[in-house]
C-alpha cells in the first residue's frame, strides 16, 4: 500500500535561497509515516492499546531536486522489506510539477514501550500495511557504517528535556542538528547536503 499526503513548507522549514533544510525533509517524512500508522492502528493513538512504538533506526536521504518555501508537495510512502525485527520503509517527495525532488530509505523496529525490548514483526502486524516490493534505491542504501577513530572536530552537548520525545529519548531530528554543530564551520558552509545518511545505534535519555 502506497500512503500520500500533501504538505507546504513554513518559513521554519526554509534555508538558503529559500529552499527545504534536511531537517525540514526528514521531519514531513518521519510525519507521513506516523499518519500511515494510525490508518493500520499501530500510531501514535494506538500506544496505550498495543504498548508499542515505531522507533526509527536509520536514514538514508538523497534530494534529487531541493523544494522552494510555499510549494505543496506530495509525499509517497510504503512498507516493505521485513526482517524479523526490523522493517524498511521508503519514501518519494514530489512538487506541484509531479516532479520527483527527494527519495528516501529508512529501518524501523517496534518496541515493548513497557520492558524497551524489540517486538517480532509478525504476518498480522506488516500485512496490515499491505508492504510493496518497490524500492526507491537500486540497490540496499543501509549498510554498516563505519564509526571513525579519530574525529577533526567535537561538541559536548548534554541533553535537556525539550530534546525528549513520545518515546522518552532524544527525537531523531535532533542528532541531526548536533551533527551540523559539530562540524568545522568551512564544511558547515557547505549546506544543503544533498546526501545524508544517519545511523542510531543506542538511545539517548534524559539524566535528571
Not at 520492558?115 to 504476518?123: A, E, G, P, Q
Not at 500485512?127 to 524500492?135: D, Q, V
Amino acid at each position: 500500500m502506497i500512503y500520500k499526503e500533501t504538505f507546504k513548507p513554513g518559513l521554519k522549514d526554509i534555508g538558503k535561497d529559500n529552499t527545504i533544510k534536511n531537517r525540514a525533509i526528514l521531519e514531513i517524512l518521519e510525519n507521513v509515516a506516523a499518519y500511515h500508522s494510525d490508518t493500520v492502528s499501530y500510531g501514535a493513538n494506538q500506544t496505550d492499546t498495543n504498548r508499542t512504538a515505531w522507533i526509527l533506526l536509520d536514514w538514508n536521504l538523497q534530494v534529487l531536486k531541493r523544494p522552494k518555501y510555499g510549494q505543496v508537495l506530495t509525499v509517497k510512502t510504503w512498507g516493505r522489506d521485513v526482517k524479523k525485527f526490523f522493517t524498511f520503509r521508503d519514501f518519494e517527495i514530489y512538487d506541484e510539477n509531479q516532479e520527483l525532488c527527494v527519495i528516501a530509505t529508512s529501518k524501523w523496529a517496534l518496541i515493548d514501550i513497557d520492558n524497551r525490548k524489540m517486538v517480532r514483526l509478525t504476518d498480522e502486524i506488516m500485512n496490515r500495511y499491505e508492504p510493496e516490493e518497490k524500492s526507491v534505491f537500486s540497490e540496499e542504501k543501509l549498510g554498516k557504517l563505519e564509526v571513525p577513530t579519530e574525529f577533526s572536530s567535537y561538541i559536548n552537548y548534554e541533553v535537556i528535556r525539550k530534546d525528549i520525545d513520545v518515546n522518552k529519548h532524544m527525537h531523531n531530528l535532533y542528532y541531526l542538528d548536533l551533527a551540523y554543530e559539530a562540524m568545522p564551520k568551512e564544511v558547515y558552509d557547505q549546506r544543503p547536503f544533498d546526501n545524508v545518511r544517519i545511523t542510531y545505534k543506542k538511545e539517548i535519555k534524559l539524566r535528571r
